[in-house]
């Protein structure tokens, strides 16, 4: 249902300072930037048209037309929950994908993985909305192969209209080898050590989704509410740590 090659690219956040926590060493963006041979470093970008930043048109009827998307609060922006150098990498062949929706009246939204040559694109889910704003995860069902880049691309599906493809947010994605080391390391360690290993090593979609688990189990639980908070820094939504994680 939602295809199309996107051109225009608009970049979403600027480069922001991680303070150090207790549970977490610091870490370096560049830890997130692209595998060595990546050409070019992607961005995560929005689309244009009338349902800018994941509202529907009835959304924004008393939205100034000359506030750019890029200048609403944070809050108010649909984007991927990526890292804010726009790549992540994965060591799993399905790993889970986040992204934050506004108050909107959206009825779903719908993943799409897209490959360089594949123009058909490779796999798409689509997840439907019950309330927002949230942050709410998708698992597509065919395996990422290692070594190889993924366009991800989140659009809003509209109740009102039938092209679902003008409020989008997009990010690369790579799975890669695990290390032998790292998995030796990972074996032996707890979630939490867990996150931490993956963190320094740049797996940033395993990150998130330990923490993202846990908190749906334990939503209260103050420890793991700041670790999400401090990912949520990569992205720069850290003060959205209490939006509901659906689905």
């Keep these: 249902m939602f295809h199309r090659k996107l051109n225009q690219y608009i970049p979403l956040f600027a480069i922001a300072t991680i303070v150090q926590t207790s549970i977490f060493p610091a870490i370096s963006y560049a830890q997130f930037d692209p595998p060595p041979g990546n050409p070019g470093a992607p961005i995560i970008t929005y689309g244009t048209g009338s349902r800018a930043n994941g509202k529907c048109a009835k959304d924004i009827e008393s939205q100034p037309q000359s506030v750019a998307a890029s200048n609403l609060p944070i809050d108010q922006q649909f984007t991927l929950v990526f890292p804010q150098k726009y790549f992540g990498m994965t060591i799993l062949p399905n790993p889970t994908f986040f992204a934050y929706v506004p108050k909107t009246s959206a009825i779903a939204i719908e993943f799409s993985l897209e490959t360089k040559n594949d123009n058909n694109g490779f796999d798409r889910k689509t997840i439907n909305l019950t309330n927002t704003p ?46 032998p080391t790292l998995k030796t390391q990972l074996d032996k360690s707890s979630s939490i050590e867990k996150v931490s290993l993956y963190v320094k090593a740049g797996i940033w979609h395993e990150a998130l989704a330990i923490v993202a688990q846990s908190l749906r189990s334990d939503p209260n639980n103050k420890d793991l509410k700041s670790q999400w908070q401090y990912l949520l820094k990569f992205s720069n939504l850290e003060t959205l740590a209490n939006t509901p994680i659906k689905n």
């Design 134 to 179: 949230s942050i709410v995860s998708v698992q597509f069902d065919k395996s990422l192969e290692i070594g190889r880049d993924y366009n991800l691309i989140a659009a809003v599906i509209c109740e009102d209209e039938a092209k679902p493809d003008d409020s989008y947010s997009q990010g690369i994605v790579r799975r890669i080898q695990l290390d």
